[in-house]
Every structure is written in structure tokens, then in C-alpha cells.
């Protein structure tokens, strides 16, 4: 055990490094809920039967008649929405603390692949239960594919493996989801963890940089042990006070209302409600993925690094533009469904301008607005305006995201949550 540790691990750490609220213990986390996801996976994968006519039939056998079997698929839903959920915040807490630099460069874009691989892991998990949910989630989830200009329709085929989601989308989604996705995964983590070694450990920060050695065994590892713990009673008690869904079986002649994609796909739904699909499935996407890869390559003016938000000024602005975002964001949102809809303002104007081009000039020049009015004046540095555009990205998809999974009830009208 010790050497395992160790090879986890340099023999000493720097003492002051080890608070909490450095790392938050989110990678580490992040780790033990992909052993727990394989874990379990491997345990559903004994009853489960990767077939339309059975697949339904398996779940409710595991459901009723396994010793554990509800408390292994909860545990295994409930795992899979903690590791999508932790895996985002350590992402924000490695940008905060500006990790993503230097030697750490690499290690951010595996990083972003591993989020990739979780949310497809999440994705390809979605259908098995081949319910009603399950089924529908998958069919708009896929056919937000089909927006992606040229090749988009036939990749949603590829996927699908035809017009609708069938009996071959069960296969290859169970082919990816219980062998490709956790083996990539699994190699992935451990590459990852072998850059966090090569770097040094993880990013020290400034105050601590004069700190004593002390050794991490049982200085970290004891910490690490507590966290791990937490995490496994929060996992259980939502594995055993909440059940993972499962609706009727799958009916592809009778669609659900409102048909929702899968959660971390609901602010894209929600984007898709106010523009263009060009726009809102694959430019603004696409940007934000460049956006994020692009990060650690840009030439910074300094070390700017090993504080939470840089600075002073930093944490200002992080605070203004969270609010800043949220407000647009939400007041956007209220504006075209209640107020005016371009598209419907002027039917003959094609619709990639009317609802595309004009309703983000617009957004773009309240952004502008924002920037020569507030964030000029802060005279920020380019790590900082980096920050700002950052959170602007986050906390808007963070709001799109909670409006399309709490506030759209039937027909995807605009509901409130006890509604629903
Ligand atoms: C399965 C998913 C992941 C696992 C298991 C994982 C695990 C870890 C662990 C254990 C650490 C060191 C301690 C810590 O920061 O908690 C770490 C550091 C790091 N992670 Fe991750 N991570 C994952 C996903 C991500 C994502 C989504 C990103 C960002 C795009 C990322 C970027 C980084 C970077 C840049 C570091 C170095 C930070 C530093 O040196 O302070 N990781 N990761
Ligand atoms: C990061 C890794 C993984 C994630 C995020 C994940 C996620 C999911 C999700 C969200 C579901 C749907 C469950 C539900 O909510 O109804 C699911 C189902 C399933 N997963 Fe995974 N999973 C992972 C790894 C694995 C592995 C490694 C295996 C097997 C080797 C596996 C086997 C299964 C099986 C058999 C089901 C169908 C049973 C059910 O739906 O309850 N999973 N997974």
C-alpha cells in the first residue's frame, strides 16, 4: 500500500500546500468515481442484455430480483452524475488557480479529453435502460448532431446506425459504453496522474512556497482518505434515498413530452430554443471547445499563477462578469420567448439571419457595452481578460443549463420547477 502511495505521490510535500482549499480534493474524486463507475458497471454487465426486446426486461429483473441490484444501478447513476459534475469543477478549479500553464499545458488538453470521454460515458450509459426516457433523450441528443453543417447528418447516422435510434444505436452504444469509453478512461487517468508527477506535484502557490516538508504519508494520504470516505456516504445516501429513473420501455411510435436531451446537454437544447442551429449547436459549441484548448497556449505577460483569480483586480472582475452573464443570459432568455422572436418578426428574412446573425450582433454588442463601460477601466492583464471571457462562457451555460433542466415543462414551454 505504501508504495502504491508513493508512486502516486513525492515522498515530501510542502506542509501548507496540503489545505483544502487548494485542490478541494476534486481530482482525486474525480479518480475514485471512474473505479467506482467500472466497478459497479462491471457488476450491472452480468444481468444486463444489450438487446430492444430484452434490454428494458434485464433492468427490471436487476431491479427486482438481484440481491443489491436497485442499489448497484443507483449508485452507478448517481457515481456517473457526480464524476460529470466533480470533473467540472476541478476543471475550474485548475483554471482559477491558473494550472493550465507551463508545464501543466499538456496535461489541461488531456485533461478536456478526459471531460470529453465522461460525457460520452454518461451519454452512451443513457440509452441502455432502453425506457421511454432513455430513448427520446438519446433521439434529440443525437439529432443535435445533424446541425453540424456537411458531414453532421451523416455522423448522427454513424452513430445511430440509421434513421432513428434502434437496436444497433443499443450495441454500439453498449460496445462504447462498457469497453472503448473505460478503457480509453482508465488509460487516460493514468497518463494524466503521470503528468501531474512530471510537473512537480501540483501547482504550489505563492504563500506557500517557503513552506516545511512534510511527508505525505500520512500528512496527504490521511486527508485523502477522509475525502474519499465523504465521498463514498454521499454517494450512498443519494444511492439509497434516490432511485435512478426508469420510465415505460421504450415506445419509438410515442414521444414523451417535453422530450429533454440528457441534462449536460440541456443548455445546448436551451441555445437551440434561441438561435439558429448553425449557431447554436456548432459555432458556439465549436468556439468554446477552441476557446478552452487555446487557453494555456496564448503568450501571458507574467507568472500570474498560484492565486485564487490572479489577483485583487482579478476576483472584481470574476464577480462582476459571473453577474454580468447571469443577467444576460437570463434576460435574453425572457426577451425572445415573452417579448420578440426574430423569426417571427420578419418570416422572410432567412432564418440563419433572423435568428442567427441579428440575435447574437445583439448579445455582442451588449458584451461590447459591458467591456468599454466596466472592464476597460480595471486596465486588467491578458491572463486576467482571459479569466473574464472564461467566466463569461461558464456562468452563461451554467444558467442555459439549470433553465432547461428546471424551468421547461410540456411542450418545452417556460415552466416553473413544481409545475412540471
Ligand atoms: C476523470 C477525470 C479527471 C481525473 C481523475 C483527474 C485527476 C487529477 C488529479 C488527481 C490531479 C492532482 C490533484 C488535484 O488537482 O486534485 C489533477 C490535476 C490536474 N488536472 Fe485533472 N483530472 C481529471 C479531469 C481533468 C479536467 C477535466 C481538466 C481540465 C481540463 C484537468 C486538468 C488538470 C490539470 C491541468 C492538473 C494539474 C493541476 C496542478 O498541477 O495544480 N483534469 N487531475
Ligand atoms: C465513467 C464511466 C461511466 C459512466 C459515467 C457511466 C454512466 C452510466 C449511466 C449514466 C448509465 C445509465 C444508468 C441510469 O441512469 O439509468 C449507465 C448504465 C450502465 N452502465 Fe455505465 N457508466 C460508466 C462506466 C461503465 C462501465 C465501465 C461499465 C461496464 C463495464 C458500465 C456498464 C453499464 C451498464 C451495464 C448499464 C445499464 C444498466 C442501467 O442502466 O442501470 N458502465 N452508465
Redesign the pocket.
Known sequence: MRNIFLHLHPAKVNGTALRFNRTFGLGGMAALL?VI??IT??L??FY?VPSPAEAYNS?LF?KNEVLFGQLT?NI??WS?VF??LIAFLHLLRVFFTGAYRNKRKINWLFGLILLVL?VF??FT??L??WDQLAYWAITVGTSILSYIPLFGDGLRVLITGGKEVNGGTLQTFYTF??AV??FL?LILVIYHFWRVRKAGGVLIFDEDENAEKVPVIPNLVYREFIVALVLVATVLVFATFFN???HEKANPAFSMNPTKAPWYFAGIQELLMHFHPFFAAFIIPLGVMVFLAWIPFLDYDGKEMGNWFISEKGRRSVKSTAMFAAGITIAGILFNQYLINFEILMPKMPALISNGIIPLVILMLFMAAYYWLYIKHLSLTKAELVQVIFVFIVVAFVVLSLVGIFFRGKDMELTMPWEI
Open positions: 471512474v463507475q467500472i458497471g462491471i450491472l454487465r444486463y433492468i436487476l444501478r452507478h447513476h456517473g464524476l460529470l465522461i460515458s454518461n450509459g443513457y441502455l435502460p459504453h462498457t469509453l473505460p478512461l435512478a429513473p426508469l
